[in-house]
């Protein structure tokens, strides 16, 4: 079964097959805000999307960066690093790419699982005495 | 298992896994259309793919577009909208990136899931009376 | 369950979920090869860390290709083509894209499955006779 959230005209913002969600290119909302603040931005509306879809930072598994002037990497690490959960670090790729609108510096797309599901107390195999 | 359609000198067109199709980039055959031209022609290319692994644009789950020029974003949108179907919306990604041939306007990649495969009468269990 | 590789500052070299490794952007430690030794340098990274996780190059689902200046393609595909097992080719997206330290020519990053696992013979079900 595939789930769409966050549906815009052209795409959906992340899509969700076998537990794993695919997200979309997020850019800011704010894009008077510098490569830094743009990043935690973005960041934040994964983190939102995430929990959307019943998973968290800690089960993202891949993300690619397009950074529109790679003089922003500096400002765009500073966002990574605050965000990071250092024990949970998704692979990683990040290049230089012009985006689709010149007030973006910044676009992140990226791969998430699914938290595993646990069995429940009530749903433990029955006994039989 | 892992199959392979499509297969080229240096990679394959499409390969899946797991009910799950990874698309290689896919250009136009035909490069003397513009960007909405070239955009039409790659999307019937992976429609033509999808069908032969047994999946449609339906099922498509995320897509990175990469446009030579942002001039031909609109272009590339018009060709989009035409083919998208509004209900099965991918995530996707767009940015800018010199293709390896000044020819290509637009160059598109993906993942598709398998539809479900759903149990046919005759295979349904057997109920002993 | 997600297992992470070669874990790094900021980002997890490789990232496994459901038999499927979700590689980092790998770029050339020897920064003074031309792009046919930094690709072949790359591509050793990639079979180091396929190995790592139980899999090799014949289970490369995907990759895509950054390369900083489309002059060196056909030198790229030098060692893509003395490295590829023509038998397992995965599918390929290749662009231009500014990479983040600009002495490397090339980036990759992909996605690879586990081989399957086949039951052992003394993991074979009980014959009662």
Chains 1, 2, 3 share one sequence.
């Not at 397009?66 to 922003?72: E, N, Y």
């Not at 500073?78 to 676009?107: F, G, I, Q, S």
Request: glycine letters at 4%; aromatic letters at 6%.
């Amino acid at each position: 079964m595939i789930t769409r959230l966050a549906e815009e005209e052209r795409l959906s913002g992340a899509v969700l097959h076998a537990a794993t969600l695919y997200l979309a290119g997020q850019v800011a909302d704010d894009t008077s805000l510098d490569a830094e603040g743009q990043t935690a931005d973005i960041l934040r509306q994964i983190d939102a999307l995430l929990d959307q879809a019943g998973t968290s930072k800690r089960y993202l598994l891949s993300v690619q960066i397009f950074i529109a002037d790679m003089a922003d990497f500096q400002g765009m690490n500073r966002a990574w690093d605050a965000w990071l959960d250092p024990n949970h670090k998704p692979a990683r790729a990040t290049v230089k790419a012009e985006l689709a609108n010149p007030a973006w510096r910044v676009e992140i797309t990226g791969v998430a699982a699914l938290p595993p599901v646990l069995p429940r107390p009530d749903q433990t195999e029955t006994q039989y005495a």
